[in-house]
Each structure stands twice: as C-alpha cells, then as structure tokens.
C-alpha cells in the first residue's frame, strides 16, 4: 500500500522557534509538494520539487523554507515561527503525471499550533 | 493566475438522499483538469472524481457524478443515496495542463450526512 508519512500529526511551538515537518513517501515518485490548509482558504501550495535537491516556490512561500536531500523526504522549515503559521500542513507526492491515469498523494497533516 | 470558488461553506443532507456541491474556477486555458478530493475526519485526502476538460462527457464513479460545463466554468458534485461515510470535507481542486502537477484547491465545503 502506497504511503506518505509525516512525522508528526500534532505540534506545538513557541514564537521564534525553528521548525522542521518532516514527510517521506515510499512510491519512489519524483514530485513532491508542501500545501497548507486554513479554514476558508483551502489548500495553497507552499512549495514542491520535481528531484532531488530541487525546489520551487509556491503561492505561499513567505517564512518557509525546504530541503530535499533524498528522493524520498522532503522537508518543510519554519526558520521563525510565528503566530500566523499556526495551521495545517499536508504533504502529497506524485509520479511525474497525475493528469491523466496517476494522483496525487497526500499525507494524514501535521497540525501546527505555535503560541 | 487560476482561482477556485467554492460557495457554500456548510451543506447538510439526509442518508439516502442527494446532494449537489457548487465549484466555479477562473482560466484562460483551453485544456486542464479538474478534481474533487474529500477529506474525512482523519485528515486523509481521497480522490473522489477527475474531469478532463476536453471531455465532453460527464465524469461518473459510482454514486459521484459531476455537472461540468465548461462554457459556465463550472464543475459540480453530486452525490446521489447519501452515506454517513460521505461526511466530510470536499475540495474542487485545478489543475491547468502545463501546470506540473499543481493543484489550485477551493476553500471547502463542509458535507454533513445526517441519520
């Protein structure tokens, strides 16, 4: 069964803090993103890398960070958190074209909570 | 840049019965995709339904159907004999054809089935 795992499902964190959310797939996809989830707001995209050691920016890239070092991980950085972070964040990962007969998957979400 | 609307926040329906979710987007491409997801309580996004734009014939997954009208710039679900399990949160989700696998999402329609 295909899986993306994210490390935690619930996080609290102080203002200031560094955060690393960590998300690994085991589907050896090339493509994998970071959305965030707000109430009214859906889903926007953060970041996503189509390889290993590549990244582009998202609509929301502002206060973030990534690393992909492994195919199979891809991490989300918080360099200070902050108040307005606090929400959900869900990783997916996908095969190179999810147009036609593949899709995206999608992690469980980190809830963040930063005070 | 795309956008997604989805205009009822909150819908409730009763087991058995039939309900319509709303979806309008924003694009000047000819050809993309569209998505319905929905994400129970477990935070899991499932793909529920793919319509693709150059389709003239309606997607159908057993009780999920969509209404696509592409002039309109429209692209409703409907779910027809109502399951508790339906309860859920539901995102309309685009996907333009040279977009790299990324996904512009709605704000969500929270669906409650109700016994």
């Known amino acids: 069964d295909v899986k993306v795992t994210q490390s935690s499902r619930y996080l609290v964190k102080r203002t200031g803090e560094k955060v690393f959310l960590e998300c690994v797939q085991d589907m050896d996809h090339e493509n994998m993103f970071w959305y965030r989830q707000d109430p009214g707001l859906g889903l926007r995209l953060i970041y996503f890398?189509?390889?290993?050691?590549?990244?582009e920016k998202g609509d929301i890239p502002e206060g973030y960070s990534v690393s992909r070092e492994k195919k199979e991980r891809f991490s989300l950085i918080l360099e200070s958190a902050s108040t307005n972070q606090t929400s959900m964040y869900l990783c997916?990962?996908?095969?190179?074209?999810?147009?036609?007969?593949?899709?995206?998957?999608f992690g469980s979400g980190t809830q963040l909570s930063v005070l | 840049a795309q956008t997604v609307t989805q205009s009822q926040p909150e819908m409730s329906v009763q087991e058995a019965e039939t309900v319509t979710l709303s979806c309008t987007y924003d694009t000047s491409e000819s050809n993309y995709y569209l998505f319905w997801y929905k994400q129970p309580p477990s935070r899991q996004m499932i793909l529920v339904i793919r319509?693709?734009?150059?389709?003239?014939q309606n997607a159908t997954e057993n009780r999920f159907s969509v209404n696509f009208q592409k002039a309109a710039k429209s692209f409703s679900l409907k779910i027809s004999d109502s399951q508790l399990g339906d309860t859920a949160m539901y995102f309309c989700a685009f996907m333009g054809n040279n977009a790299g696998n990324m996904l512009t999402f709605g704000g969500g329609t929270r669906l409650m089935v109700k016994p």
């Open positions: 890398s189509y390889d290993v050691k590549m990244k």
């Open positions: 997916a990962s996908s095969p190179p074209d999810v147009a036609t007969n593949e899709k995206l998957f």
């Open positions: 319509q693709e734009a150059y389709k003239q």
